[in-house]
C-alpha cells in the first residue's frame, strides 16, 4: 500500500511539471512578442525624429535631441512606453490631431519715423544749436544817382600801393569793352566819408570800416591789400617805457582802422588815447612830439628810420605770430550794391586785369604810383608795393576771408568793436 501511495504521488508529479513549464514558455513568447512591436514602433519613431531635426531650424535642433535621448532607456521603459501609446491610441485617432502651443504673438515694433522726424543724438542737436543762421543783407538806403554820362566812377586813397592797382585801369592797358572809368585819388579819410555816402560805384575803405558801410557796399574779392608777416607799424621818438604804456597818446588813422584794433589788442591793458589824424599827418606829429607814438600806415611806415624814428612793434608780424600765420587786412574795395549783378561781376573783372597787369608791367605801374606817393623815394615805394600787393590782391580767398573775420572777432571779444559785422562778397 506504501508502494501504491509513493507511485501515485510520482504520477501527479511528473504530470504537473509540465504543466508548470508549459505556461512559462508560453509567457515568454508572450513578453518576447510584446517586446519586438515596441522595438518595431520605436525605430519608426527614430526615423521620424531624424526627418523633424532636419526640418527643424539650426536655432531648434538642440530640443529633439533631448527628447531622443530616452529612446535608448531600458527594454522595460519601452515597453511600458509602448503599452501606454497602445492604450492611448484609439482616443488619438478619435480626437483631432494635437497641435503644438502657440508661441506667444510677436512684439509689434513701432514704426521707423520719418526722416524729418528721426530722433537726433543730444551731440548734433547741440551742433545745430551752436550754427548761426546766415544773416540777411541789410536792406539798401536811398542811394545817390551815378554818374549821367555812364562812366562807372572809382574812388582810391592816395598812397602808392593804392595807385599801383588802379594803373592799368586808368592807362587803358586793359581791354573793358565798352566799360569806361572815372578815378579819382583822395585822402583814405576822404575815401571813407564817400563811401559812407554811397556816391562812387567803386571805393577803397579801410577794412575795419567795412562795417559802417555794408548796407551799401558788397565787397570784392580782388583790390585789398593785405600785410603778410608785415604791417602796420608802431613808432615814436624814443623807446617807449613801462611806465608809460598805460594811457599812451597815440595817433592812428581812425578808431576802427586795423592798425588802431591791432594796438589795442596787442596789449589789451595798454589803453591808450587813440587821437585820430590823416594818414600823411601822424609821423609829423610823432616826429613834432605831439603825440607820443603813432601807427603808420602809409610808405611812413618804411621810411621811419630816415625821420629818426624807433620801432616799437611790427603789429603786421606781431598778428601773423598770434594767429599762426594769418595775414594783417589793410584796405578792402567795394562795388555798390543797387548795381546790376552782371555788371559788378565784370568791373571785378576789369579790376583783377589792373592788378595782374601792375604785377607783370612792374616798373611801369611804379612809375604811376610814384605820382601819388609825395615826395617819397621810389625805393620806398617799391617796398610797400612788396608789402601789400600780393596773390591775396588778386584774390583775397579763405585766408583772406579767415583774417578779416579773426581780426573782427577779436576786436569784438575785447570790446574795440561794437558788433561782427557779416562779409558779404559780390
Not at 40 to 54: L, M, S, V, Y
Not at 167 to 186: F, M, S, W
Not at 321 to 339: A, S, W
Request: glycine share 6%; charged share 30%.
Amino acid at each position: 500500500m506504501a508502494a501504491k501511495k509513493k507511485t501515485a504521488k510520482k504520477k501527479a508529479a511528473a504530470k504537473k511539471a509540465p504543466a508548470k513549464k508549459a505556461p512559462a514558455k508560453k509567457a515568454a513568447k508572450k513578453t518576447a512578442a510584446k517586446k519586438a512591436p515596441a522595438k518595431k514602433a520605436a525605430a519608426p519613431k527614430k526615423k521620424a525624429a531624424k526627418k523633424a531635426a532636419k526640418k527643424t531650424p539650426a536655432t531648434q535642433k538642440k530640443a529633439p535631441a533631448k527628447a531622443a535621448a530616452p529612446a535608448e532607456a531600458p527594454e522595460e521603459v519601452v515597453e511600458t512606453r509602448a503599452a501606454s501609446e497602445a492604450a492611448a491610441a484609439p482616443k488619438a485617432r478619435s480626437a483631432a490631431p494635437a497641435t503644438p502651443a502657440a508661441a506667444p504673438p510677436p512684439k509689434k515694433k513701432a514704426p521707423a519715423p520719418a526722416a524729418d522726424d528721426e530722433p537726433k543724438p543730444a551731440a548734433a542737436e547741440d551742433a545745430e544749436d551752436d550754427v548761426e543762421a546766415e544773416p540777411e543783407l541789410p536792406p539798401i538806403p536811398k542811394m545817390p544817382a551815378r554818374r549821367s554820362d555812364g562812366r562807372i566812377s572809382l574812388t582810391f586813397s592816395a598812397s602808392g600801393d593804392q595807385a599801383f592797382l588802379v594803373y592799368a585801369l586808368t592807362a587803358g592797358k586793359v581791354d573793358t569793352e565798352d566799360r569806361e572809368y572815372h578815378v579819382e585819388r583822395v585822402e583814405l579819410h576822404e575815401s571813407e566819408a564817400a563811401a559812407e555816402s554811397g556816391k562812387p560805384d567803386v571805393v577803397t575803405f579801410s577794412a575795419g570800416h567795412y562795417g559802417a558801410v555794408q548796407d551799401r557796399y558788397l565787397l570784392l574779392s580782388c583790390g585789398g591789400t593785405y600785410g603778410d608777416s608785415r604791417g602796420p607799424v608802431l613808432v615814436a621818438r624814443s623807446p617807449i617805457r613801462a611806465g608809460e604804456v598805460r594811457g599812451l597818446r597815440v595817433a592812428v588813422p581812425s578808431l576802427d582802422h586795423p592798425a588802431a584794433l591791432a594796438l589795442q589788442l596787442w596789449l589789451p591793458q595798454l589803453e591808450p588815447e587813440l587821437v585820430p589824424m590823416p594818414v600823411p599827418h601822424i609821423s609829423l606829429m610823432v616826429r613834432a612830439d605831439r603825440v607820443r607814438a603813432g601807427v603808420l600806415v602809409n610808405e611812413d611806415q618804411v621810411a621811419y628810420i630816415q625821420h629818426n624814428l624807433v620801432r616799437v612793434v611790427d603789429l603786421g608780424h606781431w598778428w601773423g605770430e598770434r594767429t599762426e600765420g594769418l595775414p594783417m587786412p589793410n584796405t578792402l574795395m567795394g562795388v555798390r550794391r543797387d548795381i546790376d549783378a552782371d555788371l559788378r561781376a565784370k568791373i571785378a573783372l576789369d579790376l583783377k586785369r589792373s592788378i595782374a597787369y601792375a604785377l607783370g608791367h612792374r616798373e611801369d605801374a611804379l612809375d604811376f604810383a610814384m605820382a601819388h606817393a609825395g615826395k617819397h623815394e621810389r625805393s620806398t615805394v617799391d617796398s610797400l608795393v612788396g608789402r601789400y600787393v600780393n596773390d591775396l590782391t588778386l584774390d583775397a580767398g579763405e585766408r583772406g576771408r579767415q583774417a578779416l573775420s579773426m581780426l573782427f572777432r577779436e576786436a569784438n571779444r575785447h570790446k574795440k568793436l561794437e558788433t561782427v559785422p557779416h562779409l558779404f562778397f559780390s
